[in-house]
Structure formats: C-alpha cells, structure tokens
C-alpha cells in the first residue's frame, strides 16, 4: 500500500503565505504524477497544480496560476506546494495524489491512484 502523507497545514491571513509538503515514497517520486487537489465544504474536489519529474512539466489550475507552484521539498522524497496571495476562497482541505498517468499530467482525480490524508488550509481574517 502507497501511503503519501501531508504535512504544513494551518490558518492564515488574506494575502498571507502557507506551504504544505507531502511525503512520497522514494520509488513513486522519481516516475509518478504528483498532484494536489482541493476540497472545499460542500464542494467537489478540484484540481491545484500537478507536476511529473519524468517529462518536467506542470498543469496549473486556473486559480492557481501566479499563486501557487511546486517544487521538490528540502526534506529528502517530499513534494511541497507554495501557496502565496490566498484567499479565504482558498480554503479547505488539501490533498496530494500519486498517478501513473496520462503525460503529461491533468488535473483529473480518477486518474490518481493513491492520495494522502488531506491538510487543512483556513484562510482568514
């Protein structure tokens, strides 16, 4: 069993920053999708941005473009999304996914086959 674990969640303020990390098993890192996706209360899950080391792309959800990036994490096999600007629409609880594909990668939830637990992310004032 794949297990990916969140860590970094929290509250902040309007236009305040937050990055989260999410631990990936060494042998995922290096050939799967990365992704994270979002969940508000009473809403659908959506996508926030997805990254594969093996093509070196990323797929931006469009609130997350200018705001959000990810970026390898300085603690060894993590994947950290950095969040700056947010919004108290920003809030909600915060997944990351590991898929096998298609490539380059979407933003598509059916597609990820092992997720983490969520983080909490509140955004206000």
């Known amino acids: 069993q794949v297990q990916l674990v969140e860590s970094g969640g929290g509250s902040v303020q309007p236009g305040g920053s937050l990055r989260l990390s999410c631990e990936v098993p060494k042998d995922i890192m290096d050939s799967w999708i990365i992704g994270w996706f979002r969940q508000a209360p009473g809403k659908e899950r959506e996508g926030v941005i997805c990254f594969s080391e093996s093509d070196r792309k990323t797929t931006y959800g469009d609130f997350a473009k200018g705001r959000f990036t990810v970026s390898r994490g300085d603690r060894k096999n993590t994947v950290d999304l950095n969040m700056v600007d947010l919004k108290p629409e920003d809030t909600g609880v915060y997944f990351c996914?590991?898929?096998?594909?298609?490539?380059?990668?979407?933003?598509?939830?059916?597609?990820?086959?092992?997720w983490g637990q969520g983080a909490q992310v509140t955004v206000a004032s």
């Open positions: 996914a590991a898929s096998l594909g298609p490539y380059p990668c979407r933003l598509i939830a059916k597609t990820y086959d092992y």
